[in-house]
């Protein structure tokens, strides 16, 4: 399954260049994530109420062409593994079919004490693999 969450660039999305600030393409995944977890039914406020919170742990990521100003980008997520207490998730950013940043980012379930902990079993459940 790949999660499709489509966004604007914005004017302060971008550099003195007119294209967008590299920065910017992790705050536009993380939307994303958001967003896909939001779609399958997980309250993360209720999960925080628990003791436990989704913290990155790694992002490898290639910047491939740039996006520039008031553009409609397409913020590509697929799952590509699942642990229990983390996701490994694959991530596209698209104008239209030509891509122009992709990262893999390894997200690990912390509890209250900031060590590991099992993801819970209603995302391990359904979230796809």
Avoid: W
């Amino acid at each position: 399954m790949t999660h499709h969450f489509p966004i604007r660039v914005y004017y302060e999305d971008t550099d003195m260049a007119g294209i967008v600030y590299y920065a910017n393409y992790l705050r536009y995944i993380e939307r994303a994530r958001s967003d896909l977890v939001r779609e399958i039914g997980i309250d993360q406020l209720a999960m925080k109420a628990e003791g436990i919170v989704f913290a990155v742990r790694r992002v490898e990521a290639d910047y491939l062409a740039p996006a520039h100003f008031d553009e409609v980008l397409d913020v590509r997520t697929r799952v590509q593994g699942i642990t229990p207490a983390r996701m490994i998730l694959a991530q596209e950013v698209r104008r239209d079919e030509t891509l122009l940043f992709n990262a893999i980012v390894t997200i690990a379930s912390i509890g209250s004490t900031g060590k590991p902990v099992r993801l819970p079993a209603k995302l391990r459940s359904i979230m796809p693999a």
